[in-house]
Structure formats: C-alpha cells, structure tokens
C-alpha cells in the first residue's frame, strides 16, 4: 500500500481538534481549518481574507502588527523553533479564551518572508484552574520559619 502524502496531510487539517490558521504577509488569513471554527466560531467563509484582528484582543493589537510587522519584514521571530506562546484570544461572540500556539515562518523561493501559520489550541480551563490555585495558595496563612518555632 502506498502512503498518499498529500491525503495524509489534507485529512490531519481536516480533522486535527486544535486550530491551524496560515495568514499572509499583511496578516490575511488564508488558511482556516475545522479546529479554528471550533475554537474561535467563525466558520471558513467567515474567516478567509479577514485580517487576523478577528481573533486578537483590541488592546494587544498594536503589539501583533509590530512583531507581524517585523517577522515579515526581517525573517526573524522572538520566539524560537517549537516554542509554545500563550496569550489570550476572541471568539467571534467576543469572549476571550486562552490559547497555546507554536508558529512556523514560510518563505518564498527567494527566502523572502510570503506568511505565518500558527496551530493553535484552547487552554483556558487549564488557565482559569491555575489562576484559582494560585489564589488559594496566596491566600494561604504563612507557615512559620524554624526559626519562628
């Protein structure tokens, strides 16, 4: 049996649970898959040629276009191969939600910077758990020092 590469690849965007979003240089969304309308609730024809602003807070929106702006312009991104960013997100009824995601840069034939596709996946019920332990845990009365007892 041989391995069909490009089904293969065709079924996991299909079918993947996180969301797998590619956007050009100027930040238009071009690549929208089943996981991003799951996570975000834009379909497909919602999303194509939007601007990534659809899925970014208004007040982290200046940060993004800089450091888009930037990674586009020098091939070079702040975050290293792999490296997993968590920031917080909007879904299309504008709720916030967090989201873990890694980024992989494409170039053209020249090595020029042509856009960004990020996988991404929603982490907010891990994120509001660890903010409630954190708060318990500051809550927390002070055990005394040796040196107190």
């Known amino acids: 049996m041989d391995f069909d590469k490009q089904a ?13 979003i590619y956007a050009d240089a100027q930040g238009k969304i071009l690549l929208w ?12 024809d919602e999303a194509i040629s939007q601007p990534l602003d659809i899925i970014i807070p208004e007040n982290l929106r200046a940060r993004h276009h800089a450091g888009h702006a930037k990674t586009m312009r020098t091939g070079e991104t702040r975050y290293g191969a792999g490296e997993t960013l968590a920031v917080p997100a909007l879904r299309k009824d504008g709720s916030r939600i967090s989201v873990e995601f890694t980024i992989v840069l494409f170039r053209d034939a ?17 994120f509001e758990e660890l903010r409630t332990l954190r708060r318990r845990v500051a809550a927390l009365p002070e055990a005394p020092t040796p040196a107190q007892t």
Do not use: Q, S, Y
Request: charged share 20%.
């Open 8 to 20: 293969f690849a065709t079924a996991l965007l299909d079918t993947t649970p996180d969301a797998i």
């Open 33 to 44: 898959n089943k996981g991003a309308e799951r996570i975000f609730g834009f379909t497909e």
């Open 110 to 126: 020249a090595g020029m910077m042509v856009g960004i596709a990020a996988t991404m996946r929603d982490v907010t019920a891990r």
